[in-house]
């Protein structure tokens, strides 16, 4: 499945500032997220589906994506 990225309105965190090695992140249709990489905004972008996104943030907010 592809999702159609051409109208998304990517966006950045406002904690990134002008610094230019962020994620972006785009709300799409049908409740999937779009992340892709703000340096390369031409290159490829991940789609999360919406629990996908869901469980995500939560794992990442707890501290369960840090690196051991």
Known sequence: MTADL???M???SSHS??????VEVA???GGQ???RDSKNPAGPALVFQPRA???F?????A?????Q
Request: net charge negative; charged share 25%.
């Open 17 to 22: 500032g002008t610094q230019a090695d962020c």
């Open 33 to 35: 997220v779009g992340v």
């Open 63 to 67: 501290g369960e994506t840090d690196r």
């Open 6 to 8: 051409s109208r998304a």
């Open 57 to 61: 943030t939560a794992n990442f907010l």
């Open 10 to 12: 990517w966006f950045k």
């Open 27 to 29: 709300f799409l249709d």
């Open 53 to 55: 996104w869901d469980v």
